[in-house]
Every structure is written in C-alpha cells, then in structure tokens.
C-alpha cells in the first residue's frame, strides 16, 4: 500500500512539474497570452510618463528651458547629465518600454484573427505606427544617430547607428502611410485601450498630421523642399483646428495619476521653484497667464536664480492646477500648432494665412487653454507685437510661453529657434545642452558603432548640435 501511494504521489509531481516547465516556456508576447491592445496601452501610458514627468532622473528639460529652477539640489539646472544617469534612463525607456512594446503590440495585432474585431485592425495599426513616429522622432531630436534599422532585433544585440536625417525622412513618409491607411468611418482601440482619443479615429489622423507639420518645420532648415512638402500636405489633409484637438493623454487616481502629481505632490517634495527667466520676461510683458502658470509670493511673481540653490517659500511655486492626478500629459497642442504655422509662412510656405495671423491665433489658443484674461492689451503691447523682420524672436519667444509645461516640445523649440535668450546657470557644467549625450551603456556594450555614431555626428558631448540646428544659439555660452 506504501508503495502504491509513492508510486501515485511521484506520477502526480512529475505532471506537475511538467505544467510548471510548459508555463514557463510560454512566450509571454505571443497573442494568446497578452493581447497587442494591452501592450499598446502600456507603450501609450510610458510614452505619456516619459515626456510628462519632472523626475530629475529621466526628464530635466522644463529646467533646461529655464520655466522651473531646482531648490536644494541644483545639479540638473547646472546641466549635469553624469551624476543621474539621464541619457541611459530616457534611451532605455523609450526602446525598451515603449518602442519594443508598440512593436510586439503591432505584431500581436496582426496574428489575432476575430470576426469582431477584424475590422477595426487597420485602425489600430495605423494609430500604432503614429505612436512609433512620434517615439522614434524624439530619439533622434534628442539624441541625433541613433539604432534604427536593426533595432529591436533580439538576434542583433549590437544594432549600428542610422544617420538621423535618413531616419527623419523615413519617419515622414510611414506617417505619411499611416494617415492614408486610416478610414474616419470605422472604430479602432477602445477607450480603455487607449487613453488619448479613446480610439477616435479622425482625432488621430488630425493628430498624425500635426506630428507631421511639426516634423517637416523641424526639417526646414536641414532640407527645406523636403519640408516644405511635408508641411503643405500635413495642411492640406487637415491638422489641429483649436484647443479640443489637444492630444492629452487621460491620467486617472495613483498609481495611474500624472507623474507630476505622483512626484511632488503625493511625495511631498518641494523640489522646484518657478525659474528667473521666465518670471522675468512675463513680468516685463505684464502676462496675464503668470497666475495661471504659477503662484504669487505677497502679489508678485518671484523666481529662483538659474543654476542656485533656492528656498522654496521665497519664490514663486508652480500653480497646484497642473499637479492633479487627473493632469491630461500633453503630446501636441493647438497652440503649439499654431506657432508652427506661423514659422511655416514666414518661411513662405503655402499654409493659409499669414505669419503674423497664426502667430496672433498661438497667443489666443494660449490665452484660451489658460483661461487668462487681458488678450487685447497683451497683443497691442509693442514687445509683443509681430515683427516680421525678426521671426525667429518673434515666434520663439511666444512658442516659449505657450509651451510652457510642455518639455521635450519647448526644448526642441528653444533649440531650432534660439530665442527667448536664455541665461548661463551659475554654476554650469558645459554649454547649453542641445542633444543627450549618449547612454554609457552604449560605449561599453556597443562600442563599434558608438564610436562611428559619435564621429558622424561631430563628437558625442551635449554641445554638439544636430542635423536640423543650423545655427548658434544667442545666449553668449
């Protein structure tokens, strides 16, 4: 009887056992186990926390663009890239948690065969690919060369580096394919798949078409008929309109709420301070949106000194209505949108209207998404006022102000257009960082191609500009 109940027991592990192997060799991407709505979902949210959060370990560009000045630790305002390895962190994140995702989930997407859901498949491969552009396009704005054509590739661990002006221009024309493939009178990810439109699809094909607006301006001074193209069609095909177009990513209560809510509020940090700069000029412009932007210190608007240490309750802090949970993480904007126009006219290409309307309808869709009040005085104000012989102050310095909160959209403006002036932190580490250095994992694990990359481009430092950054900037550092 004893040998009977060990000879049962062990015929019992040993089935178990054998599940436990077959759970583990599972493929965990395969559509069966996670579905390409749910990676996409986890690709969109990373994307959004990436380009939304203040954590000094992953996202230092609102500091960069002087709109925030660090308190008791002013490292990053100082433009120190070493000391939290913040080039290493945004590259990991954005090919391993976001990139890679969108391409399993494009893949996954593709294998599922249903009836129900068939139909809505272009769809959503088509909003998948704009969310690979507009990933892969700020890879290259802040890096420069970068892996692309062999990466993601598990078989190739040493991708080589494509030049990015090439990766820029195959960007255009996938996004390109992207909005032609869409059909407006189908559905596409439902709303809790995706957490920008909730799946609508002619907001997405607005927006792809405004990512290419952006993209080809960007391109303008690189490779000005490429752009001009790009820019015309974009327009043609219908780009954001006002402020309801907004691609806001919809952030709920913790652990899904908004990073800037996750990082200083529910962690109760004080952190950061409004910075000087732009204190400053709204002060001198008299802007209505200051209060809207931040808070007051006894009726004024006082900022911390770019690159010092601060004591919070000195200065001006960051308005609590931009620190909810439930903050939307902006990826494009209509103010944005209208800045970009306006830089496209005075560069005359064909985009309707002149440089100085769209660049009066920047300052309005501003005014509007702020709810500030005053329009009329702040445009009749000489310094605010359009000069058409200096467009590129013009329009920077306004751009500026509107995309205020907006990160990597303010950086890669500050940088095209080198206006407003900016002022040397006071204890800076280098230049004005125009690009991320690349990641240190790179020179020891991919040194080959590192080291070609960084040739191509004119050496691997945070000063070097890129390809679409055709001149110095004015600030005299």
Known sequence: MKKLILILTAAVFAVSCSDNLEDLNQNIKDPTAVSGESLFASAQKQLADQITTPNVNLNNTRLWVQHWQETTYPDESNYDQSTRPIPDNHWREMYRDVLRDLKEASINITATDNDITNPLKPNKLAIIEVMNVYAWSNLVETYGNVP???????????????????????????????????????????????????GDVASWKKFANTLKLRMGIILADADAATAKAAVESAVASG????????????????????????????????????????????????????????????????????????????????????????????????????????????????????????????????????????????????????????????????????????????????????????????????????????????????????????????????ETRLFWDKFDNTWGF
């Open 148 to 198: 692309y054509s062999e990466a993601l590739d598990i078989e190739n661990l040493l991708p080589k580096y494509d030049d990015g002006i090439t990766i820029y221009k195959d960007l255009i024309v996938r996004l390109t394919a992207a909005i032609n493939s869409m059909d407006t009178s189908k559905g596409s990810f439902s709303g809790d798949e995706e957490k920008i439109y909730s």
């Open 239 to 462: 780009i954001f309109t006002s402020n309801a177009d907004d691609a806001g990513y919809a952030y709920t209560a913790p652990p899904n709420g908004n990073p800037l809510n996750n990082n200083l509020v529910l962690s109760n940090r004080n952190d950061y301070v409004a910075g000087k700069t732009i204190i400053d000029l709204m002060n001198i412009l008299e802007d209505p949106r200051r209060g809207s932007f931040f808070t007051d210190v006894n009726g004024e608007y006082i900022g911390g000194v770019i690159g010092d240490q601060t004591v919070y309750s000195d200065y001006s802090h960051v308005t609590p209505s931009i620190l909810g949970g439930d903050y939307p993480g902006w990826f494009l904007q209509y103010a944005e949108t209208e800045f970009l126009l306006a830089e496209a006219a005075a560069r005359e290409f064909n985009v309707g209207g002149s440089a100085e309307s769209h660049y009066v309808a920047g300052i309005t869709a501003s005014f509007d998404f702020w709810g500030a009040d005053g329009l009329a005085g702040y445009l009749a104000n000489p310094a605010v006022v359009y000069n058409s012989g200096a467009w590129r102050e013009s329009i920077g310095t306004q751009a500026w102000l509107a995309n205020y909160n907006r990160t990597f959209a303010s950086w890669l403006s500050v940088r095209r257009l080198d206006f407003p002036v900016l002022v040397e932190p006071i204890g800076a580490e280098s230049g004005y960082p125009v690009r991320y250095p690349y990641p240190v994992s790179e020179i020891n694990l991919n040194p080959t191609n590192y080291e070609e990359a960084a040739s191509a481009i004119g050496g691997d430092v945070t």
